[in-house]
């Protein structure tokens, strides 16, 4: 199948976690690049989306 815009192959799912303070899960995402996103979640729908700043390659986006 086509791979979405939204989710290209260098993006990866890292984990899940409450980014927002919500009480609802949310995902964490992270570029090749090293660059990390969060999509916050209500559900099965995203509610908003966040670029975050790239910590460099060596560094890995973890929930924990």
Not at 9 to 19: A, I, N, P, V
């Amino acid at each position: 199948p086509p791979r979405s815009t939204l989710f290209p192959y260098t993006t990866l799912f890292r984990s899940t976690g409450d980014y927002n303070g919500d009480g609802k899960s949310d995902i964490l995402f992270q570029k090749n690049d090293g660059t990390p996103m969060v999509w916050t979640m209500s559900g099965t729908s995203v509610t908003a989306t966040a670029t975050l700043p790239n910590p460099g390659l060596l560094l890995h986006a973890n929930a924990g």
